[in-house]
């Protein structure tokens, strides 16, 4: 990590079902930060579903409007942002995120994803023919991406409260590095 980099904020990246969202939260409340979802402020900003930004824009589109938002984040303090699984494969929201945020991947194997994940309809990366297929593929094209995360934590055998304080235990120890 390079040692100009200003850690004012923590940025959860990682797969569908990794828990960023039930992580972020908890990280959130214990460092006293704010939460932010990526994908929960699109969709209230344009109020649509995300399945709807898809079907009817296209992925493109959507991607774009990630961008965008990753680019105002840069101006917040003391937020935990929970960002979209698809994020992290544009490598401009990385360079951006790593300018303000200690980025922490959390990761799952695709049976354990699958596993959260399947009965859950708001998922259109999942409206496939073969959703387990689908998962393996994605992650399997995003790993490169995830991999360069500051942090990277395995989900899969740790309770979400042991993964929010190995995340608090990480950043903690990162700003301390930095006063």
């Not at 494969?89 to 980025?103: D, E, F, I, R, Y």
């Not at 409206?127 to 790993?143: F, G, M, V």
């Amino acid at each position: 990590m390079h040692s100009d980099r200003l850690i004012v904020n923590l940025a959860l990246i990682g797969f569908m079902g990794a828990g960023k969202t039930s992580v972020g939260r908890l990280v959130a409340e214990q460092l006293h930060f704010d939460y932010l979802d990526t994908d929960e402020l699109i969709q209230s900003r344009t109020g649509r579903p995300i399945v709807e930004i898809f079907s009817t824009d296209g992925e493109a589109a959507f991607r774009k409007m990630e961008q965008e938002l990753v680019g105002e984040l840069a101006a917040r303090t003391k937020t935990v942002i929970a960002t979209g699984g698809g994020l992290p494969m544009n490598p401009q929201n990385l360079v951006s995120l790593k300018t303000h945020a200690l980025v922490v991947c959390l990761w799952a194997s695709p049976e354990k994803i699958w596993e959260r994940v399947k009965n859950q309809t708001h998922r259109p990366l999942l409206h496939d023919a073969d959703p387990q297929k689908k998962i393996r593929e994605l992650l399997a094209a995003r790993e490169p991406f995830y991999r360069q995360a500051d942090v990277l934590l395995n989900t899969e055998l740790r309770s979400v409260r042991e993964v929010a304080q190995q995340v608090v235990h990480q950043f903690r120890l990162e700003a301390s590095r930095r006063r």
